[in-house]
């Protein structure tokens, strides 16, 4: 779920070769009116993550930012090369009256996806309120993929 790309682009304008995949086409359209505008080369795919495939040991970092799909969880797994990353950022569950759970990491709920990956970075912590949002959970994760699976 890139969105308009952002992490990507920084990682293309860095030597990455970047595929972003996100539900809206208008903003992958965006995305790539930046990139050509910064002559920086990016692909981009309509895709719904909620039926998710990609291709087995094909990616070497994964992104996942403020999006939660769980069915996307064990795809990524796969589709990292052994000794790849994982950088997943998303939000947790604080309250169990919450009216969408679905969007929202129960509490060590990421940590556990990961389990048998290394893990170089974990996190959850509380957002603060601010002008647009409530107090939020959040969790953090960068992980790496054992050479041998």
Same mark, same amino acid.
């Given at each position: 779920?890139?969105?308009?790309?952002?992490?990507?682009?920084? *990682?293309?304008? %860095?030597? #990455?070769?970047?595929? =972003?995949?996100?539900?809206?086409?208008? $903003? @992958?359209?965006?995305?790539?009116?930046?990139?050509?505008?910064?002559?920086?080369?990016?692909?981009?795919?309509?895709?719904?993550?909620?039926?998710?495939?990609?291709?087995?040991?094909?990616?070497?970092?994964? *992104?996942?930012? %403020?999006? #939660?799909?769980?069915? =996307?969880?064990?795809?990524?797994?796969? $589709? @990292?090369?052994?000794?790849?990353?994982?950088?997943?950022?998303?939000?947790?569950?604080?309250?169990?009256?919450?009216?969408?759970?679905?969007?929202?990491?129960?509490?060590?709920?990421?940590?556990?996806?990961?389990?048998?990956?290394?893990?170089?970075?974990?996190?959850?912590?509380?957002?603060?309120?601010?002008?647009?949002?409530?107090?939020?959970?959040?969790?953090?994760?960068?992980?790496?993929?054992?050479?041998?699976?």
């Amino acid at each position: 779920a890139s969105g308009m790309a952002i992490n990507g682009l920084f *990682l293309a304008q %860095h030597g #990455l070769k970047v595929f =972003a995949l996100d539900i809206s086409e208008y $903003a @992958l359209n965006m995305a790539m009116k930046h990139a050509r505008s910064e002559d920086t080369i990016l692909a981009a795919a309509v895709y719904d993550l909620s039926n998710p495939w990609l291709p087995a040991g094909y990616f070497d970092v994964i *992104l996942n930012f %403020h999006f #939660l799909e769980r069915a =996307a969880v064990p795809v990524y797994r796969q $589709a @990292l090369t052994p000794g790849g990353l994982i950088f997943f950022d998303t939000y947790v569950r604080l309250d169990v009256r919450e009216d969408t759970p679905i969007y929202y990491l129960e509490p060590g709920e990421l940590l556990n996806s990961f389990e048998g990956f290394e893990i170089i970075h974990y996190a959850e912590d509380i957002l603060p309120q601010s002008e647009s949002h409530g107090e939020r959970g959040i969790a953090q994760l960068v992980a790496r993929k054992p050479e041998q699976s």
